[in-house]
């Protein structure tokens, strides 16, 4: 019997934008401004069709994988904790759970989190692929905050 289908929870998710170098390295969760008026659409419209399905199915379709390189999960904490999480905090989740990402469109906008008794912890969008950087994808231009209502230019 395959595991239960997957719940998604919106608990610790980081709701602010970054835009900064992070130890060295440009690191940004915005979006494209002509991508804005769709962009939760779209992350939701993804993630009911992933919810119709297990981890297992998910990973089989090559939809998510678990991130087990090292370099990569020193990464994804420092962005944790430049988003304000505590470095004890980042080491429980990381030591006790296992960190996935998620592709969201065949572009840039991956998904980071954990999972934990069949529900995976929506932590950050890495919507222009800058964790594991790829040549294929490259930086949107007049990006603007994806969280933000009035003022977006900050």
């Given at each position: 019997m395959l595991p239960k289908k997957l719940v998604f929870s919106f608990k610790y998710l980081v709701n602010r934008c970054l835009d900064d170098k992070?130890?060295?390295?440009?690191?940004?969760?915005?979006?494209?401004?002509?991508?804005?008026?769709?962009f939760f659409a779209r992350v939701f419209s993804t993630l009911k069709i992933y919810s119709d399905y297990n981890l297992i199915e998910l990973g089989q379709q090559k939809i998510c994988y678990q991130i087990k390189e090292e370099?990569?999960?020193?990464r994804l904490s420092e962005i944790l904790q430049a988003f304000g999480h505590n470095e004890e905090w980042i080491t429980k989740i990381f030591y006790n759970y296992p960190i996935y990402k998620f592709k969201i469109t065949s572009g840039n906008l991956r998904m980071f989190g954990y999972y934990s008794e069949n529900v995976f912890y929506v932590l950050f969008f890495d919507t222009q692929h800058l964790v594991e950087p790829d040549d294929k994808f490259g930086i949107a231009d007049n990006l603007t905050c994806a969280w933000c209502i009035k003022n977006c230019d900050e």
């Amino acid at each position: 019997m395959l595991p239960k289908k997957l719940v998604f929870s919106f608990k610790y998710l980081v709701n602010r934008c970054l835009d900064d170098k992070i130890k060295g390295k440009y690191f940004t969760n915005k979006i494209s401004k002509k991508e804005k008026i769709s962009f939760f659409a779209r992350v939701f419209s993804t993630l009911k069709i992933y919810s119709d399905y297990n981890l297992i199915e998910l990973g089989q379709q090559k939809i998510c994988y678990q991130i087990k390189e090292e370099k990569i999960l020193w990464r994804l904490s420092e962005i944790l904790q430049a988003f304000g999480h505590n470095e004890e905090w980042i080491t429980k989740i990381f030591y006790n759970y296992p960190i996935y990402k998620f592709k969201i469109t065949s572009g840039n906008l991956r998904m980071f989190g954990y999972y934990s008794e069949n529900v995976f912890y929506v932590l950050f969008f890495d919507t222009q692929h800058l964790v594991e950087p790829d040549d294929k994808f490259g930086i949107a231009d007049n990006l603007t905050c994806a969280w933000c209502i009035k003022n977006c230019d900050e």
